[in-house]
């Protein structure tokens, strides 16, 4: 695209900002389509075609987009503390009735009292919940299981590693590395470029402004400081607290996507 045919700042709509997220997003997670996919399959396997779903941890609405286009009678909540986030997705989604959007902070012992619904048939969440520590994990997997009606689902999709395998691990690791600097090379923007594009964007602009004051620089660092816990924990613990089953319905070798069905 040359200079002159560029969007100038404020100019991109906000399907333009979805876009820009998704391949953002695709550069750290190639299979990304792949495991939607089967996040989908599963909604619909066990609780039908016209789910009412919690989007935890939306960001744009990535979640939101897919389950709408996949299921034309679906009602969607999404829940987020960043306002930069929040203004692409409620931008994306103004007129779509069937989606709305709560900002609410996971952390907060309240935030389930924000939502317009008890209960929902699924709660899907993608590359999101790594950013807590393992017991306010814990404790939010905890408020979930009040969350999810009985034989609803609940579905975590995110990194985690099994520490049994390093020469495995350090393998992968290099593989993605060396795929993501081509990428990098090719032109593709990275967490850290994408958030420079939204900071010049005189629309958010203001709300990338507060999410730094309030909840830091999103290229700083990870908010768990380095802990991140195994497909295996995650069954396990899901199990602890309510859940009547639960394991891993797909895996790459750094991420995987656990199940649990109340």
């Given amino acids: 695209m040359t200079t002159e045919n560029a969007a100038r700042p404020g100019q991109r709509d906000w399907g333009s900002w979805q876009d820009s997220w998704d391949r953002q997003q695709g550069w750290y997670l190639p299979d990304r389509e792949e495991r939607f996919r089967v996040m989908l399959d599963m909604v619909e396997a066990l609780v039908g075609r016209e789910p009412r779903v919690l989007d935890l941890a939306c960001g744009t609405g990535s979640i939101t987009q897919r ?11 999404g829940v987020d503390l960043d306002p930069a986030l929040l203004t692409i997705a409620r931008g994306y989604f103004a ?79 290099l593989f993605d590395r060396e795929r993501r600097e081509r990428a990098r090379s090719a032109g593709e923007l990275d967490w850290a470029g994408w958030w420079q594009e939204v900071t010049r ?9 507060e999410r730094f004051r309030t909840l830091g620089d999103p290229v700083a660092g990870d908010h768990a400081d380095g ?35 109340r």
């Fill in 95 to 173: 007129d779509e009735p069937r989606a709305r959007f709560v900002t609410a902070d996971l952390t907060d012992p309240g935030w389930p009292g924000l939502l317009p619904h008890a209960s929902y048939d699924a709660v899907l969440t993608a590359t999101a919940l790594h950013w807590l520590q393992t017991e306010p994990l814990r404790t939010l997997y905890g408020q979930l299981a009040d969350v999810v009606r009985e034989g609803g689902v609940l579905m975590n999709a995110d990194h985690m590693p099994d520490e049994s395998t390093p020469r495995i691990n350090a393998a992968a690791h």
């Fill in 227 to 261: 802990e991140v816990q195994s497909a295996e924990w995650h069954a396990r613990t899901l199990r602890d607290l309510g859940f009547a089953e639960a394991r891993t319905v797909w895996c790459a070798p750094q991420d995987g996507l656990v199940l649990g069905l």
């Fill in 201 to 209: 964007d005189e629309r958010l602009a203001g709300p990338a402004a």
């Fill in 67 to 77: 389950v709408l286009e996949r299921f034309p009678r679906a009602e969607t909540v």
